[in-house]
């Protein structure tokens, strides 16, 4: 025993350490492809962070409001930032101060990004007071009235120069001439009142370039004041240095992988020779055993007829078992349905004897019209009139054809409950079950219990009708007995999901907890001593189990219960009621206010 726990461990310990050597040498860092696209992403990221500098000092030295180029290094630069945060994870995954450096990086990216919309919307900005500007100076340039101030004419021409070096030089240094330039335009108007209105406005327009020009520059400053630059170098360095060392290390990990599956194989080659002189011997003892086994399949095969022969009487019982508590059923309900029988029979008779009664006189009147007496006619019209009669005969016809139609509904539905279904694949109305039911009940709920009817649209359903039958008059049956007095039943039909729901829903007395857990069992039962078997409601849950279906019990003390009886819309695979495996389930609800 000792020898083989020792066996045991080492045979684990053996494949741990393999294990740790293939996790090693299989690390997310040293893979190729993720290498790569890594590098791919950082120069990417270099290369648009470039272009978008070079687009900041052009869009700086530009006097025009169309910065396309800078739009698309915006936009390059935001894909190449997505790019990079794809490979995050993997960069954390080297080590700790990269993981760090691409989180810095990703700020200072969204920084930069954000002053490059501020800056491109300050672009437009300062073209436009520049354009604006060149409008007031062309206007006052065409004023007659400047032509004969050479001073002034040539103070407004070196202010359009100051403005312009402004506007183009990065670092101007024209800013107090600029403002000299301004305050000479416009104080020296004289006393022409539209030449000195064009040349404020003239001053003004300068003065709004001088201070576009210096918030662009002011957020220029901002943007080179981002590393975004440095940051992406120094990460560069230092994932290249963490992936050469990793590279080492997993160098080393394959060679003591390499020498170590060697060694493993070698032992595995003794393992197996020590295993094939063992299976010599197994052979050996081959031939005992398959004589052993074949006995032993005689022994199972006899004692397995013996357990199916048992089992098939048990499913003979239990078909018997549940006709018999269908004849017991309508046992105790013979007498209502004889009174039901008895009912429209009773005036059906009454009526044909009415009508037998009166055929002399019909045949007396017939007979006096086929003579040609006036007389005799006259006489029998006296004895019987003929109109009135046969009124009355077709309306006591009627009668008693109604009367009859009842009858052979009760004995229809008496016939389709009573029969032995042979197959669950049948095609069946389930409010017409409803109804056939509710039809051998009537005795036993007629002028005390109220049925109201909510059926909706369902689908012919596949089941074995005489059962479907027994369970609706098992669950009426037992509301109606639950009710003392008047009460009220409500029997409703829906289809929900793939299935049909059957609730049948009483105002009676309800059940308690205890009473909930044991409905369903064998002989169960709260009535007193021969009032009931205690097998309906097991044979519901056994019928309804068959049909793959479900049965659910809603109930308080003292408000009522509810059954909700759920089938399956689309048939079982099997087609006989011998070959279905019990799916059913019992859903029991019990609440107390």
Request: with cysteine.
């Amino acid at each position: 025993m000792l020898q083989r726990l020792l066996m045991v461990l080492s045979i684990g310990a053996a494949l741990a350490m393999l294990a740790v050597l293939v996790v090693r040498t299989q690390g997310e860092p040293q893979t190729l492809e993720g290498h790569l696209g890594r590098m791919t992403a950082l120069a990417q990221l270099s290369a648009a962070n470039v272009e978008a500098d070079t687009q900041v000092m052009r869009a700086r030295l530009s006097l025009e409001s169309d910065a396309q180029g800078l739009e698309d290094a915006m936009r390059r630069l935001e894909a190449a930032r997505t790019a990079l945060a794809l490979h995050r994870d993997g960069l954390r995954a080297v080590s700790r101060d990269v993981g760090n450096a691409v989180s810095g990086l990703l700020q200072q990216l969204d920084d930069k990004q954000a002053l490059l919309g501020s800056y491109r919307s300050q672009v437009g900005e300062f073209a436009g007071s520049y354009a604006k500007f060149g409008q007031e100076s062309d206007l006052v340039l065409a004023d007659p009235a400047l032509a004969g101030d050479a001073g002034l004419r040539s103070a407004v021409r070196r202010l359009l120069e100051e403005v312009t070096t402004y506007s183009l030089q990065s670092a101007p240094t024209n800013q107090d001439t600029l403002d000299g330039l301004m305050t000479q335009v416009t104080v020296g108007a004289g006393s022409a009142p539209a030449l000195r209105s064009r040349l404020i406005a003239l001053s003004n327009a300068a003065a709004r370039v001088v201070g576009d020009k210096d918030q662009l520059t002011a957020i220029a400053g901002k943007l080179g004041e981002v590393p975004v630059a440095a940051t992406l170098d120094r990460l560069q360095k230092n994932y290249i240095a963490h992936y050469a060392k990793d590279e080492a290390n997993l160098a080393r990990y394959r060679q003591v992988l390499a020498i170590y599956a060697a060694a493993l194989l070698a032992v595995f080659g003794l393992v197996g020779w020590r295993l094939r002189r063992s299976y010599g011997e197994l052979d050996r003892s081959h031939d005992e055993l398959q004589n052993l086994n074949a006995s032993l399949e005689e022994t199972v095969q006899a004692r397995t007829g013996e357990l199916r022969k048992a089992l098939d009487d048990l499913r003979f019982q239990q078909a018997q078992l549940v006709q018999s508590e269908k004849m017991a059923a309508l046992g105790q309900m013979v007498a209502g349905v004889a009174h039901e029988i008895n009912t429209p029979l009773g005036y059906a008779r009454g009526n044909v004897e009415t009508v037998r009664e009166s055929l002399p006189f019909v045949r007396e009147l017939i007979e006096a019209e086929q003579s040609g007496d006036a007389r005799r006619r006259e006489e029998a019209q006296r004895r019987w009139p003929a109109d009135e009669g046969l009124a009355e005969f077709e309306i006591l016809l009627k009668d008693a054809e109604h009367g009859l139609g009842q009858i052979a509904e009760l004995v229809l539905g008496l016939k389709d409950f009573s029969r032995v279904d042979r197959s669950l694949t049948e095609l069946f109305s389930l409010n017409d079950g409803l109804d056939t039911a509710l039809k051998i009940c009537q005795s036993q709920l007629k002028g005390r219990v109220e049925v109201q009817r909510e059926y909706g649209e369902l689908p012919l359903v596949p089941c074995a009708p005489s059962q479907i039958n027994q369970v609706f008059l098992n669950l009426i049956s037992n509301a109606g007995q639950a009710i003392e007095g008047q009460g009220l039943i409500m029997l409703r039909t829906y289809a929900e999901d793939d299935e049909a729901v059957v609730e049948v829903q009483d105002s009676g007395c309800g059940m308690d907890a205890d009473t909930l857990a044991h409905i369903f069992e064998p002989f169960f039962t709260t009535k007193p001593v021969g009032k009931g078997t205690g097998l309906g409601l097991s044979i519901v849950f056994r019928i309804v189990e068959d049909h793959r279906g479900r049965i659910e019990v809603d109930s308080r003390p003292g408000q009522g219960t509810t059954f909700r009886l759920r089938l399956p819309l689309k048939a079982a695979a099997a087609t006989s009621t011998s070959t279905i495996e019990p799916a059913g389930e019992i859903v029991l609800k019990e609440a107390f206010a």
